[in-house]
Structure formats: structure tokens, C-alpha cells
């Protein structure tokens, strides 16, 4: 038979296995004395429900086949018709819209960071169950789960070729992953407190870490050796952020304020920023296409901050030139969101609408809107030429909303919840 020829002798042999161990475990005695008497193959117990475990993998990657032949589809239909999806993607004015694509359930305690794999379908998920799981966010299934950490998983990211994946944890530890082997390939370890965020420099080869312990602490990847430490605050350390060009750092934290550094610096920070009359929670860099934000931010709901004091503090900002990081975005308990121009350090816009704490803020690609997730269940979109809230997504988690990650390749968001959920939104 012509299927023969595509099984060598071994793989024969543990397919007549796998048979017999099947035909034994369901009680089809004479089929499988049968099946012993012409096979010549001596039974395995170690071959005991291999069938079922290959049945259902068969079963799972034709209907992964099946998606992606519909999505193909669907993407050629567009093209046909004179772009679809494709122009609609390039003009990059996608926003997430309810209902959720897929409500990922899996994880025990709160999300405390998703992040989309830079290259493939996948997303990563932090909880304060100790545990990171990817996921096919395609499909919605769990493809696997990094154990380790001792205690919550605070924080996590990829570096930009998606070869480690970085975690750090309330266990004190800071830990690189292997995303081929799916193995801790290093520990570092040196803070005396919550290690509450986590990134990679744009070239991957260093990582920088916050924590409760009121320092910022630089790691190179390849050792795993702490190369410098800042004293950043006087309270705990919150969040760490770095530029698209890895020239400027910002830090948020529970003493109100954000500070901006030089990344080379071993001293004072650029600029100090106050304004929040609350402990900070997030913060996120502007992309190079953000336009000029300022003047006179008194905005629909009746917010108000400072106007900006000239006219040369944004210039540039979305021009050809300007890199990420003309502005900063940072999310507060005091329930506002407060966008700074980070070359004079001022606040430019103020942005009033949630109800409750804001847990994260990011900037759409594009540059044109802000997203943000707070402890009012609700997604906000705002747009900051108007400096209003244009969409909220009410009631997306059913608890708090306390992370959120855009997919730059693709128009999804992704939000995890004090629900113990990970959602994620497709932008149309």
C-alpha cells in the first residue's frame, strides 16, 4: 500500500503500539489478539493513550489549517475588491471594538502584563499566580505555561528578535526565557524588593528593571551581571520605559512623580515631572507620529491643565526627524491621565473621563489616539488633537482592567483583568 511507503519501520511499529494499547484500554479483546498475532510487535505501556494524544492533535491543527485557509480567503476577497483591509490597516485608524474576539481563561489570580510576540501569533500573559502562559491569539488556545517564579509575576517583555522573554517578579528575582526551548536560561538577582517592571533596551543586548526597593537596576543579557544602579525615587519604583532609540528612559512612581533620564546617565534625571496628586501607575513613550499637542488643554468633561509655555517645546513632534518620545503619557490613581512634552517637561493635555484609578496607557501606532484601562472596568480611546475621549468601552472585564498591550502587525489589543481573563479586541 501506497501509505506504507510514508511510515519507516520504527514509526510502524509505534503506530501498531499505540493500536494495540487503544484496543486493550477499550476492552476490544479479539481485535487486539488479533492485531498482537499480525503485527509482531511486543506491547508498550508506554504507548498507553499516544493514540488519543496524537487524534486530538490531528483534530486541532486541521481546524488551525482551516482558520488560516478562511483567513486567506477573506484577505484575498479584500485585495480583489481594491484593498479592503489592507488600505484600511495602512491608513492605521483601526480601534478596538466590542465584542472580544476571544476571552482567554486559564490562568488563577490577577493579569498583571500581556505582551504580543513581536513576531508570531502568540501573547504572553504575567499573573500573580506565579505563572506566564502563551497563547495562540489566533485561536484563543493555550500553548504553554513558564513556571518558576515563587510568587506574582509583576511584569514581562520581549526582546525585539523575540529570542528571550523577560519576566521579574515579587519573588525578587528577574528571569530570561528561551521562546525556542521554553526554558529559564538565567536568574538575576539583586534587588531588595518587588521587582515591579521589566524591559529590554532596543538592541536587546541589556535589560532594565524597577522595584519597590526605590532603584532602577541595568543588566547585561549576555552575563546576567547588574552593570549600574540608579537611586530614580524616593518611593517604590512603579514602571520603566525606554524610547524607540534607546536614548532616553522614564520611570513613574509612588512619590507622584515621573522622571526622565539619559539613558548613559549615573546621576540626576532630565526633568523631574509633578503634577499627579497621586501615586502613578503607567506610562508609555509617544511614537514619531504623534502630532503637536498643547495650547490650551481645557477639554470637553472640563479638565484643565497647564497651556504650554512656547511654541517651540512639541516642535517637530510628528514631523520627519523626530523620533519616539516627544511626548509621555502617564496614568494615575487620581483618575487622569496627563500627557508631557518631554523636552521642556510640562504638562501639554490632561485628560479626564475615567472613574477610578488609570492601571495603563498606551499610545495607538499611529499616533493620532491614547488607549487606556482603568480600575473602572472600561477601555478609553481618546483622541489628542480633540484631547476628548471618543470611544469607551464599558464594562470590558467584569473587575478591574489592570494591563493592556497594542499588536503593532496587526490591529488587536489585548486587556487583562483583576478577573483573572485575558481579552482581546479586534480594531476595525
Excluded at 483534530?59 to 477573506?74: F, P
Excluded at 513581536?118 to 493555550?142: C, H, M, R
Excluded at 524591559?199 to 532594565?208: A, N, V
Amino acid at each position: 500500500m501506497n501509505s506504507r511507503q510514508h511510515l519507516t519501520n520504527k514509526q510502524r511499529e509505534q503506530l501498531h503500539q499505540a493500536l494495540l494499547e487503544y484496543l486493550k484500554g477499550s476492552g476490544f479483546t479479539k481485535t487486539y489478539e488479533a492485531l498482537l498475532e499480525e503485527s509482531h510487535v511486543d506491547p508498550d505501556p508506554k504507548s498507553d493513550g499516544l493514540l488519543e494524544k496524537k487524534w486530538t492533535s490531528v483534530i486541532r491543527l486541521q481546524k488551525k489549517i482551516m482558520e488560516l485557509e478562511d483567513k486567506n480567503k477573506a484577505l484575498e476577497e479584500e485585495l480583489n475588491a481594491g484593498g479592503g483591509r489592507a488600505k484600511k490597516k495602512g491608513d492605521g485608524d483601526d480601534l478596538p471594538r466590542p465584542p472580544a474576539r476571544h476571552t482567554l481563561s486559564g490562568h488563577r489570580s490577577n493579569i498583571n502584563a500581556v505582551r504580543f510576540h513581536p513576531v508570531f501569533s502568540q501573547l504572553a500573559t504575567a499573573s500573580e499566580d506565579a505563572t506566564i502562559k502563551l497563547w495562540d491569539y489566533d485561536s484563543g488556545e493555550l500553548e504553554k505555561t513558564l513556571k518558576g517564579h515563587t510568587l506574582a509575576v509583576q511584569d514581562i517583555a520581549f526582546d525585539h528578535t523575540a529570542k528571550f522573554l523577560a519576566s521579574c517578579s515579587a519573588d525578587l528575582s528577574i528571569k530570561l526565557w528561551d521562546m525556542q526551548s521554553h526554558k529559564c536560561v538565567k536568574t538575576m538577582h539583586g534587588h531588595d524588593h518587588n521587582v515591579s517592571s521589566i524591559t529590554f533596551t532596543p538592541s536587546g543586548d541589556m535589560l532594565i528593571s524597577a522595584s519597590r526597593d526605590k532603584t532602577v537596576k541595568f543588566w547585561e543579557v549576555a552575563t546576567g551581571y547588574c552593570v549600574r544602579t540608579l537611586n530614580a525615587h524616593e518611593e517604590w519604583v512603579k514602571r520603566v520605559i525606554i524610547n524607540d532609540e534607546g536614548t532616553m528612559l522614564a520611570t513613574c512612581s509612588y512619590d507622584q512623580t515621573i522622571k526622565l533620564w539619559n539613558f548613559n546617565t549615573k546621576g540626576e534625571a532630565l526633568h523631574t515631572l509633578r503634577g499627579h496628586e497621586h501615586v502613578i501607575e503607567c506610562i508609555a513613550f509617544s511614537p514619531p507620529s504623534t502630532p503637536i499637542l498643547g495650547g490650551d488643554e481645557t477639554n470637553d468633561t472640563g479638565g484643565a491643565g497647564a497651556k504650554k509655555p512656547r511654541a517651540s517645546a512639541g516642535a517637530g513632534a510628528g514631523q520627519p526627524g523626530r523620533g519616539s518620545g516627544a511626548y509621555i503619557a502617564s496614568g494615575s490613581r487620581d483618575k487622569l491621565i496627563k500627557i508631557w512634552d518631554t523636552a521642556t517637561g510640562q504638562c501639554v493635555v490632561t485628560l479626564v473621563g475615567h472613574d477610578n484609578w488609570v492601571r495603563g496607557v498606551m499610545f495607538h501606532p499611529n499616533g493620532k489616539y491614547l488607549m487606556s484601562v482603568s480600575d473602572d472596568k472600561s477601555i478609553c480611546i481618546w483622541d489628542l488633537k480633540q484631547q476628548r475621549c471618543i470611544k469607551t468601552i464599558s464594562d470590558a472585564h467584569p473587575h478591574f482592567v489592570a494591563c493592556l498591550d497594542y499588536n503593532k502587525r496587526f490591529p488587536l489589543l489585548a486587556t487583562g483583568g483583576v478577573d483573572a481573563t485575558i481579552k482581546v479586541w479586534e480594531s476595525r
